[in-house]
Structure formats: structure tokens, C-alpha cells
């Protein structure tokens, strides 16, 4: 068991953005999110940093409540929590970005709805969305 229950939400917040600070630990829960790994396997999958390295890394994750550990004999397997990355989504991502995102949306609508002038090299002319074209240089 983690020790996300001792934690207060700003606690464990913190803890969260923490652990997804670092791109080792990213990259670690984007192969678990795959499929749970062995901590040998995640050895073997990052050769330029020790046993111990990763380890410890896997320590952060479980401290944020991010790595669920299940031990099957002497084999370690550890399995993604998305609990928390889904809070951090709630927390900060969806309000921050649902306005933005809005606003691009209807930036799309209006941009693609307008014809645009494009130039047709072959003839020197220029042709809107419509078909229609001008003599090069000109404008509509």
C-alpha cells in the first residue's frame, strides 16, 4: 500500500507533479500504461542507469500513488494508477485549456469557412476557393 491515505490532496498534488517532472518517470509510466512490467524488465529497458537508478525512480512514482506494486514470488510487478494523473487532468488541465480550446475550435470553423486565395504558379494567376481567378498581383 502507498502512502497516499497519510497525504492531504495539496500533498499528494504535489507528489504528483513531482514524480511526472522527471522523463525517466514519464517514460516509465508510458511502458506500464501498456501492459504492468516486471522492475527487471524496466532494468533491462533503461541500460544507462543502474538497478538502484531505477529504483528509485519507481519509489517516487509509488510515493505519488502512480506505481502499484504486486509481488508474485520474488518477482516484482508493477502496474500504472492513473488516479492521480486523472486528478491532475481535473485539477489543472481541463480548466485551463477547455477556454483555449474553444476558442481555437472556433478559430478553425471561421478559417475554414472563408475562402482562401491560393496561387496557381502555371499561370500566374491567383485563385480563391471558388474557383474564380485574378491576374497575378491583383487582389478581390
Do not use: F
Not at 50 to 59: G, P, W
Not at 68 to 78: E, H, I, P, Q, Y
Not at 126 to 131: A, F, L, P, Q, V
Amino acid at each position: 500500500m502507498s502512502q497516499m491515505g497519510d497525504m492531504s490532496g495539496r500533498d499528494e498534488m504535489d507528489a504528483t507533479w513531482k514524480a511526472l517532472a522527471d522523463p525517466t518517470r514519464r517514460d516509465v509510466l508510458d511502458q506500464l500504461a501498456k501492459e504492468p512490467r516486471t522492475t527487471g524488465w524496466l532494468v533491462e529497458r533503461y541500460p544507462e542507469l543502474c538497478r538502484t537508478a531505477v529504483m528509485k525512480h519507481l519509489d517516487v512514482l509509488e510515493a505519488a500513488g502512480l506505481l502499484l506494486v504486486r509481488r508474485k514470488g520474488r518477482v516484482r510487478w508493477n502496474h500504472i494508477n492513473p488516479i492521480p494523473i486523472q486528478r491532475v487532468y481535473d485539477r489543472w488541465v481541463s480548466k485551463h485549456v477547455q477556454g483555449v480550446a474553444s476558442a481555437m475550435t472556433r478559430l478553425k470553423k471561421h478559417v475554414e469557412s472563408e475562402p482562401t486565395p491560393t496561387t496557381d504558379r502555371r499561370r500566374g494567376q491567383t485563385r480563391d476557393n471558388s474557383g474564380r481567378t485574378a491576374p497575378k498581383g491583383k487582389k478581390r
